[in-house]
């Protein structure tokens, strides 16, 4: 199959969470399984064009906006690894910008830039000659794709076929902006079939409420997301457009790139260990918290249970639990803590006091930093992730691989993926509570330390987590077979 994938971030040229893990990964899967993918996204200033070999294809792009035509370049490479082609459109004035969708709040024209690159992508495969038999968008930045495949590109010979698949990766970020702009700078009124009401929220346009309406088929990152977004508040209004969609909307759990994430290949982390070899892991614990961190080998190689998060610092990943009950834990245990993230001021200032009230037990970085998330990942014996809500969730299921016990809220993936430990059946591979609050997130943290004082449960429990398969290619074949189903419609 010839699959165009879409998307406004791909690891490793450009990232800010796990949308770009996954657009990094199922193509590289969809090819080793004979399939012809390509990606297209934007040359963002942060992406190394010499690390990357980005080259230029020497063709130029006419992308038509508003009442104009728009030029941009298109240059190529491939992902890292492998021979799946990567065009990135190259448009200084929208995408030579410090951040990929602001800095740090979102850029005024957001909506333009999404517009231009989901406008340009019919314009790469025109370029290529390149006839799609699926055109996967992503999220709200590229979900402009959707209607413009239906109304304005269907009747061009090379997207005659080509069906549209939408997929989800957070509903809590739809794209709302100017629907007078919208309107123009699309084109999309153009259309006798268009109507004003499938992309109008509230007065504003609504991106993701569009492709809802134009993508054939609907997926989003895990199936407990799926049945949350179609009947919860985590719909976040578009509850009743998910669930006309009826069986075209599927929730495919995200697969892990082992490549990238397997303690025994890792090349980021202090010492490679797997199942067999566990014992090695607490290496990491004193290559993160001595070599990285300074603290004195001594105090390092002490066993005291390390508390590790990397989290982007917003409320959806429950991040308020964290400040209410993480003092109290400090203060009642024997633990150290460890975090990675960025985000909102708020939570950054409170982890660096945290830091400063707890010398020697808390451990922060704020900012991005993939090879440190991997240390953390391999260094910490418990990482912590109370969601508020979690379409799929990439880092808890790393943890599991790295033997890293998680403690979860039971939301979305997070709740498809870890179950509560059972010292009586020796089953679950974590701890997980249901309740948004301090009180059962402390409990849980309990319970997760309680249970690392005996080492024959914990090695089960890290063992229960690591054995489990949540490999991309297990997920990278379920988007085969729906994409199969939808290119049936055309053909
Ligand atoms: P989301 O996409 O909502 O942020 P996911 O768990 O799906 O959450 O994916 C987050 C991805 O971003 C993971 O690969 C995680 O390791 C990475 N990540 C988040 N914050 C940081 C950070 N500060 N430094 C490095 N990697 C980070």
């Given at each position: 199959m010839r699959i165009a994938v879409t998307s406004f971030e791909v690891f490793p040229f450009a990232k800010t969470g796990g949308l770009a893990d996954v657009t990094g990964s199922l193509p590289k899967q969809w090819r080793a399984m004979g399939h012809d993918p390509i990606v297209i996204m934007p040359m963002h200033r942060s992406i190394d064009r010499a690390k990357y070999n980005i080259r230029s294809t020497q063709k130029t792009l006419f992308v038509p906006m508003g009442d104009t035509t728009e030029f941009a370049l298109l240059l190529e490479t491939t992902i890292p690894g492998t021979d799946v082609p990567v065009y990135l459109i190259e448009h200084n004035d929208y995408f030579d910008r410090p951040g990929i969708y602001g800095n740090p709040e979102g850029y005024e024209d957001n909506d333009k830039r999404f517009i231009f690159f989901s406008r340009a992508v019919f314009e790469v495969c025109r370029a290529l000659n390149f006839s799609p038999d699926i055109i996967m968008a992503n999220d709200y930045h590229t979900a402009l794709v959707m209607p413009f495949l239906q109304l304005q590109e269907r009747r061009n010979a090379l997207f005659h076929t080509t069906a549209g698949i939408y997929t989800i990766h957070n509903m809590g970020y739809q794209g709302i902006s100017s629907l007078g702009n919208t309107l123009y700078w699309s084109g999309l009124t153009r259309s006798p079939y268009f109507r004003t009401e499938h992309i109008e929220a509230y007065g504003l346009a609504n991106y993701m409420k569009v492709a809802l309406f134009y993508a054939d088929r609907i997926t989003t990152v895990s199936p407990g997301y799926a049945h949350e977004i179609a009947y919860t508040e985590h719909g976040h209004g578009l509850n009743r457009f998910v669930q006309y969609r009826g069986r075209d909307f599927h929730g495919i759990l995200n697969g892990v790139d082992y490549s990238e994430w397997n303690p025994e290949t890792d090349a980021r982390i202090y010492e490679r260990y797997s199942p067999q070899t566990l014992r090695l892991k607490t290496r990491n614990k004193v290559g993160l918290l001595h070599e990285h961190y300074g603290l004195p080998a001594a105090e390092a190689e002490q066993d005291i249970p390390l508390l590790g998060m990397i989290s982007r610092l917003t409320d959806q990943?429950?991040?308020?639990?964290?400040?209410?009950?993480?003092?109290?834990?400090?203060?009642?245990?024997?633990?150290?803590?460890?975090?990675?993230?960025?985000?909102?001021?708020?939570?950054?200032?409170?982890?660096?006091?945290?830091?400063?009230?707890?010398?020697?037990?808390?451990?922060?970085?704020?900012?991005?930093?993939?090879?440190?998330s991997h240390k953390v990942e391999a260094g910490a014996d418990i990482f912590l992730m109370p969601s508020k809500f979690e379409p799929c969730g990439l880092n808890q299921m790393y943890s599991l691989k790295y033997g890293t016990v998680p403690v979860v809220r039971a939301t979305g993936g997070l709740a498809d993926t870890v179950t509560e430990w059972d010292p009586y059946t020796g089953t679950g591979n974590g701890f997980v509570f249901q309740p948004f609050d301090a009180g059962h997130f402390g409990w849980a943290i309990e319970r997760a330390l309680q249970a690392y004082r005996s080492p024959a449960a914990w090695k089960k429990i890290q063992l229960n987590g690591m054995l489990a398969d949540h490999s991309a290619e297990r997920s990278a074949a379920q988007y085969i077979t729906l994409f199969e189903e939808a290119v049936e419609f055309y053909r």
């Open positions: 990943k429950g991040i308020d639990l964290v400040e209410a009950v993480i003092d109290a834990v400090m203060r009642n245990h024997d633990v150290r803590f460890t975090l990675l993230g960025s985000g909102e001021r708020r939570h950054e200032s409170f982890f660096r006091s945290l830091q400063h009230r707890w010398p020697g037990r808390a451990f922060v970085t704020i900012g991005y930093n993939d090879d440190l």
